[in-house]
């Protein structure tokens, strides 16, 4: 049931309190793709199928997957950048897609983004003060001088000192690239930060690092993250609750605890045996695993992990299992 409640205000705390910040609901996502003459390839890319979770204040849904599940597609949507082929996301009760002018202004400050490559999101012409000032001014429409007080501060808050902003990013380091893009993205004051593999493109050790800071900027501000990765030792060290996704869908969800201590899925299972590199451990199967797949590994009837599954039923070529919940918010999706 879709609660329709105008959270902004509202004056009964339970009620903020009980709600979920942020709730998707069955979202679908299909790229149309130009058709080649003569060929038999699919004419759409199917890149989220029937997607649901919620995210509470102040917790970090985990979102993992192989390269091409649809995690960044996902994360897309819940920004508002991409709009689903069907399905309804609500923000504090309110539908993202079909909100008034006001409503959309303060979902854009309320939800920010956090790139994987800060290089590629950071204006190479702009100094480090003007990229972490630029949100003041397109949002509250504040000059330089005037955001200044806040910029330093800003800066000091993700590690970096106030000397540092007539830089620009090409004299930063890749770590200290990310915590610009983070000074950036913590600027207005969000709820939601969307951290879409924040630390892959960084070395293991600069790694721990950013993700440190994530988690003290989120305790100091109750932030609540969707935190996106395909390294499950990361996913491990940052999530409350985890969910998996493979070939659009999520296949398995539920809390940290139970989704590494009693992974039901055997994809999810399957991501276990990867070993992560961030723990430091020796990274084994990770390539084996983390392959792209084609559209032949799919199954387009029944499971669409049955081609892979090593446990698969004859059951599972036929239907396709829905997601069924085990106990407290565990849920999986798998006839097994
Ligand atoms: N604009 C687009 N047009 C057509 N297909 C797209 C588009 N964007 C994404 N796709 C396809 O959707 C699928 C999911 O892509 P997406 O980028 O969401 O995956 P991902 O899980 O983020 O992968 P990665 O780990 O490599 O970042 C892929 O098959 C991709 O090719
Ligand atoms: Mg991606």
């Not at 192989?66 to 920004?79: D, I, N, Q, Y």
């Not at 380091?173 to 709820?191: T, V, Y």
């Not at 669409?304 to 407290?328: K, Q, S, Y």
Request: overall charge neutral; some cysteine.
């Amino acid at each position: 049931m879709i609660i329709h409640i105008n959270l902004f205000a509202a004056g009964n705390t339970t009620e903020i309190m009980d709600a979920p910040l942020l709730s998707v609901q069955r979202i679908d996502k299909s790229f149309a793709l130009k058709r080649k003459f003569f060929s038999s390839a699919p004419d759409a890319c199917h890149a989220v199928r029937d997607v649901s979770f919620e995210i509470h204040a102040g917790e970090t849904l985990g979102l993992v997957g192989e390269s091409g599940c649809g995690k960044t597609t996902l994360a897309r949507m819940v920004a508002r950048i991409e709009r689903p082929s069907s399905g309804k996301i609500y923000y504090r009760g309110i539908d993202i897609f079909g909100a008034k002018q006001a409503e959309l202004r303060e979902y854009r400050q309320k939800v920010q983004y956090i790139f994987q490559d800060p290089y590629a999101s950071l204006n190479p012409r702009m100094s480090a003060g003007a990229i972490v000032g630029e949100p003041f001014r397109i949002h509250e429409g504040r000059t330089d001088g005037e955001s200044r007080g806040d910029l330093d501060g800003l800066l000091k808050m993700v590690g970096l000192s106030s000397e540092q902003k007539n830089r620009y990013p090409h004299e930063f380091s890749g770590g200290q690239r990310q915590r610009l893009g983070i000074a950036r993205a913590i600027a207005l004051n969000p709820e939601i930060v969307i951290a879409d593999e924040p630390v892959s493109a960084l070395d293991v050790s600069v790694q721990a690092q950013i993700l440190n800071l994530l988690k003290d900027l989120q305790d100091r501000f109750n932030l609540s993250y969707l935190f996106i990765s395909h390294d499950m030792g990361v996913i491990r060290f940052m999530s409350d609750r985890v969910a998996v996704m493979y070939g659009g869908r999520i296949v398995e969800i539920g809390p940290n605890e139970a989704i590494f201590g009693n992974p039901r899925h055997p994809y999810t299972r399957m991501l276990m045996d990867a070993v992560p590199s961030f723990t430091g451990q020796a990274v084994k199967r990770e390539r084996e695993v983390f392959v792209s797949f084609g559209e032949g590994e799919r199954s387009e009837t029944g499971c669409l992990f049955w081609p892979r599954c090593p446990e698969a039923l004859p059951v599972c070529r036929e239907t396709a299992p829905g997601i069924a919940g085990i106990v407290d918010g565990h849920l999986v999706a798998c006839h097994r």
